[in-house]
């Protein structure tokens, strides 16, 4: 059976691995920057048009449906039963970690085509920020025990 500290620790490691994602992208980018210099071997100089706000665009977008399906996600765990809820927790956490981990991403694809080493800084950090803002509580998995047992309380009111 799964245990609400089991299911915020699991949880905790999964964010802790995207954590070190994106320290690993931050090392790549590092060395790519350093041993490359990417803007004069690629054709993405086009005078007006930069990759680089296509990106920013994308990582408003992220940040958008983050904040909605991770309430999403959260609403529909609720609703299950303790067991259940808990793993459906566990899900809307990874799947809410691994849409932060987007805009870092494209920061890195920015660099190696021939983007700004400072766009590749600033994803970075906003997707540090978005991985902080939505870490889990432990608050998060309390609520599927509190939910499932009010729920029981109230079937036993209605059945007598």
Same mark, same amino acid.
């Given at each position: ?26 090392v /790549?980018? @590092?060395?790519?920057?350093?041993? *490359?210099?990417?803007r ?7 005078? %007006?048009?930069?990759?680089?706000? *296509?990106?920013? %665009? ?32 566990? %899900? ?12 870092a ?12 080493? @400072? ?32 729920? /029981? ?8």
């Amino acid at each position: 059976m799964l245990s609400e500290r089991r299911a915020h620790r699991f949880s905790t490691m999964i964010y802790f691995s995207f954590f070190g994602s994106i320290l690993i992208l931050f090392v /790549v980018g @590092q060395a790519v920057a350093k041993n *490359l210099d990417l803007r004069e071997s690629t054709d993405f100089n086009i005078p %007006g048009w930069e990759l680089r706000y *296509l990106f920013y %665009g994308l990582s408003v977008a992220v940040i958008i449906i983050t904040r909605h399906l991770k309430a999403f996600l959260f609403s529909r765990a609720k609703n299950e039963e303790t067991e259940e809820c808990l793993n459906r927790t566990i %899900g809307a956490v990874t799947i809410t970690a691994s849409l932060c981990e987007i805009p870092a991403l494209m920061g890195l694809f920015n660099l190696l085509t021939g983007g700004l080493k @400072q766009d590749l800084f600033l994803l970075l950090g906003l997707s540090l920020l978005l991985l902080t803002m939505h870490f889990p509580r432990p608050s998060i998995f309390e609520g599927c025990t509190r939910h499932h047992a009010a729920s /029981v309380a109230l079937h036993d009111v209605s059945t007598e």
